[in-house]
C-alpha cells in the first residue's frame, strides 16, 4: 500500500473517531414548519398523490379492490405482471404472474406507509424488492388507510417502532412517477423509474 493512501486512510479514521456536532442544534426543538393537516389524511394523501401524476383510487373493501384492478388490467391489456408478494397475488387473484422484473410490463408492490403531505409511499427492503417499484414501467402499490402518516418523519418513527433493532438497510420514498427537467428545462417523465403510478388504497377502518 502507498504511503500517500495511508495517509488518506490515517485521516479518514481520524475524522471518523471524533462525532461532527449538529450544525443546527436549535433546529431539533423548532416548531413545525409547514402547515398543519387541515383535512382528513386520506384526502391529503389523495390530493398530494394526483398533483404529482399519480393515479390514485380508493377501495372500500378488499372485494372492490379486486373489481377495481382486473377492471384496469382489462382497460389497459396488462400481461406481463410481476409481483413478490404472497398476500398480495392472493388478494388480487393473479393466476399467473411474469417470471420476472426486468421484462415485465407492471411490478405490484405493498409498502410500509403513505405520507399524506409529500404525497409519497414509503417501500423497505424488508416487505418490498429493492428493483421492481423503479425497474419496471408502471408501479401499482396496494396500501391500507391505517397506514396513511402525515409526515415524512411520522413514517420514519413508525418504520423504527415497527422492525426495532431489525431495522431496514433500504428505505425509498417514491412520489409520482420518475421525471426530470435536466434536458432544456422539458419535463420528462419516466427517464430513471416507472412512467406510471398507481396507488390503490383499501379502507381497513373495519377491519378487525
Excluded at 50 to 72: A, D, R, S
Excluded at 132 to 161: F, R, W
Aim: charged share 20%.
Amino acid at each position: 500500500m502507498s504511503e500517500s493512501r495511508n495517509k488518506i486512510l490515517n485521516r479518514i479514521k481520524m475524522a471518523l473517531a471524533v462525532p461532527t456536532p449538529l450544525p443546527f442544534p436549535e433546529a431539533e426543538n423548532s416548531p413545525f414548519p409547514f402547515q398543519p393537516l387541515q383535512q382528513e389524511l386520506l384526502i391529503e394523501f389523495a390530493e398530494q398523490f394526483t398533483l404529482l401524476q399519480g393515479k390514485f383510487m380508493f377501495c372500500i373493501n378488499k372485494k372492490e379492490l379486486l373489481e377495481h384492478f382486473m377492471m384496469l388490467c382489462t382497460q389497459k391489456s396488462w400481461t406481463k405482471m410481476y409481483c413478490s408478494e404472497p398476500k398480495i397475488i392472493h388478494d388480487l387473484a393473479i393466476n399467473k404472474l411474469h417470471p420476472n422484473v426486468e421484462s415485465c410490463e407492471v411490478a405490484i408492490t405493498g409498502c410500509e406507509f403513505l405520507v399524506a403531505r409529500t404525497g409519497s409511499m414509503v417501500l423497505s427492503s424488508i416487505a418490498n424488492d429493492r428493483i421492481p417499484s423503479v425497474y419496471a414501467p408502471i408501479h401499482i402499490c396496494i396500501a391500507n388507510t391505517s397506514q396513511i402518516v402525515y409526515e415524512v418523519q411520522d413514517a420514519l418513527l413508525a418504520t423504527k417502532e415497527k422492525y426495532g433493532d431489525s431495522f431496514p438497510s433500504l428505505l425509498s420514498f417514491a412520489t409520482g412517477p420518475s421525471r426530470t427537467a435536466d434536458i432544456e428545462k422539458t419535463l420528462v417523465v419516466g427517464v430513471h423509474g416507472p412512467k406510471e403510478v398507481y396507488c390503490f388504497l383499501v379502507d381497513d377502518s373495519g377491519a378487525l
